[in-house]
């Protein structure tokens, strides 16, 4: 029977909302780790009784990788600057991303004023930085992605400004079940990004601007933005903000371009680091991103069962299972127009003697009602001057939207006639689930000062996925790797 009329529907409340006391207890477990750097007296933070020092300083920031890309259905869905419960993003998604600075390394025994020779000033003149990077993701949904990107920049340390340049192709190759659900061929696509940036410091203050653009068959993101960082407390505290404006167009491949949707993403970013000893740094951040326009995935159906029927449609229930169940009618997706996104970020590192813990917490709620909690830890490990391993631990949990359901329903209208509800997804990625991310990797120093200095990086990651009330499958295993080559000169 085939749906003749739309009527309106309060959409309900999904159920098995996740419980928040373990986020929070996450996030508790951070505060308190904190506390204990700041309050206990570790040896390596102790002033000394001798005349005293400048204040430590903290080496300058390198962008961190993301190991942990669980892209969703496909890279070419991770947009830019989007406030996600999981964070997944490309490196050049969210170039207006502050990083935490390295540890300061432990000084136990700080000189005296007669013993400390004058810090040697930078080199005057600019350096240059490049780097080549291919990254590789698959997973058990039958999507796979090849991702290499190039990325190179000039800094002025002495006079305060740098300029940087990304630029990252992405190979998607999906035949998910999603996609054969909807006896859809096997498709590949292939998106282009580019991003630059530029900053200039004034003292106290650092400036900086920034312009992305991202194209594919189906989809043209443009997005520009601005940064302000300023140094404190003799750079011991460094607040900074950060605003960007997106502007995408959705549509079909076989669509004309006049009939393309529009959606606009208005991004702000406030944030502090904070010295908080001799070996130690923290920093807080929030993020907010407010979308509004067309949210929705053209190509996504979602199929309709008749009023009653719902519960036999259990989670992971196979394809020929819901097509003998549910009606002819199978509408789009169709999500509300507008999202507010909000997320809460702590971070920490500690430098030992020869290794760094560094650990982080966030925090995400939004206006559709979905809460999410990520945890993750890294132990990064020197073994000699040339050669860092670490291991890599995540672990994401949300709950889902509130209009979520994994079988909707048709609604009995007048006359006997039947109605879709108007907020209605396939998404499982909007649906509740938990996913656990294992890795790690390693950085070869293969040339140093004075000269060229080359670097090989080579990270890998395992995950699995957990979808409780989702339709098709309950679990995804994923694997992905990243090698690049480093240079600075």
Known sequence: MKAQSVVTRVPRAAAGVTDLRQPLALFAFVLILVTIFIGVPHRAFAETAKPKTHAPKVPPAKKTRTTSKTRGSAASFARHHEVKPEEIYLEEDTPTEPTTPSAPVIDDTAPTASEAPAPPPPASGPKAHASFETSGYTDSDHVHVLSPSISGGLADEVAGWSVNGHYLVDVVSAASVDIVSTASPHWTEVRHAGSATGSITLDPFTVGALGVISREPDYLSLTGGATLGFDLMDKNLSPYFAFSHEADSVGRTDMPHDYWRSKHVNSLQAGLTLVLGRASIGSLQWDGSFERGYLAKPYRYVPIFA???????GPGATIDQVNQLRLNARPNEQLPTARD?????????HRYTSSTLRLDERLYADSWGLLASTSELRYILDLGSRLELWPHLRFHVQGAVSFWQRAYEAIPGPGGALGVPVLRTGDRELSPLQTVVVGGGTRIKLAEPPGTEWDLVFEADVGTTHFSDALYITSRQMAYS????????
């Open 307 to 313: 009023p009653g029927q719902g519960a036999a449609v």
């Open 341 to 349: 996104r909000y997320a809460v970020s702590a971070h920490l590192a």
């Open 482 to 489: 990243t090698l690049a080559v480093e240079a600075q000169f």
